[in-house]
């Protein structure tokens, strides 16, 4: 069984930044994807970024051009750099991992962007 325990989230204001990381409890193998989704009160959880373990990245719509993900593949870690944040990305941030063909989840970090 893999954890992914994440860290990071927190009360930040609009136009600022925050940094959210995600590691395996797991090393020794590389998961296929990493990545992140959110879901914001009365919303469905939906995807924000993922990367493969080769390096290519999917980004949502709404986060591209302000948010970054990184992974560590020895480490098995992800990592999502988010810039030029707005109220609307007021979430709690899952991070996602898949092996083969099970899918993981975090506990979830609350991200509360508000002045």
Not at 53 to 69: E, L, P, Q, W
Request: hydrophobic share 35%.
């Amino acid at each position: 069984q893999v954890q992914l325990v994440e860290s990071g989230g927190g009360l930040v204001q609009p136009g600022g930044s925050l940094r959210l990381s995600c590691a395996a409890s797991r090393s020794g193998f590389i998961m296929n994807a990493m990545g992140w989704y959110r879901q914001a009160p009365g919303k469905q959880r939906e995807l924000v970024a993922v990367i493969s373990s080769g390096g290519i990245t999917n980004y949502a719509d709404s986060v591209k051009g302000r948010f970054t993900i990184s992974r560590d593949n020895a480490k098995n870690t992800v990592d999502l750099h988010m810039n030029m944040l707005k109220p609307e990305d007021t979430a709690v941030y899952y991070c996602y991992a898949r092996y083969r063909i099970t899918d993981y989840w975090g506990q979830g970090t609350q991200v509360t962007v508000s002045s």
